[in-house]
């Protein structure tokens, strides 16, 4: 199983900005779809962006609506690890952000987290008014 660990959350006004990052061990990176969720008190776990791995060196990008054009999922292979570039921080933003990976997974499943095999601890992410 992939362990993993992320990195960078914290107190932000809305309108800034942060980046949070996730390192992954126990596995072929290169070769891991991974994920970034989110999860606000009393609310499910909801799916924020995705960087799939379509075979060789080759990845596709997908967002939530909600996160579209403000976030950026970005991956650096030579470094095991995942980022998560959020600007334009809104106060509906707030939530723990949590990793995942999968070792296979398909465009039509990208959303649930049922999709991904390991999950980080989670990092807060407050954003005030």
């Known amino acids: 199983q992939v362990h993993l660990v992320e990195s960078g959350g914290g107190l932000v006004q809305a309108g800034g900005s942060l980046r949070l990052s996730c390192i992954a061990s126990g596995g072929t990176f290169s070769s891991l779809s991974m994920g970034w969720f989110r999860q606000s008190p009393g609310k499910e776990r909801e799916f924020a962006a995705t960087?799939?791995?379509?075979?060789?060196?080759?990845?596709?990008?997908d967002y939530a609506d909600s996160v579209k054009g403000r976030f950026t999922i970005s991956r650096d292979n030579a470094k095991n690890t995942l980022y998560l570039q959020m600007n334009m921080l809104k106060p509906e933003d707030t939530a723990v952000y949590y990793c995942?990976?999968?070792?296979?997974?398909?465009?039509?499943?990208?959303?649930?987290?049922?999709?991904?095999?390991?999950w980080g601890q989670g990092t807060q992410v407050t954003v005030s008014s």
């Open positions: 995942a990976a999968a070792r296979g997974l398909l465009s039509a499943t990208i959303r649930y987290t049922a999709s991904y095999d390991s």
């Open positions: 960087i799939r791995w379509t075979g060789g060196r080759t990845y596709s990008v």
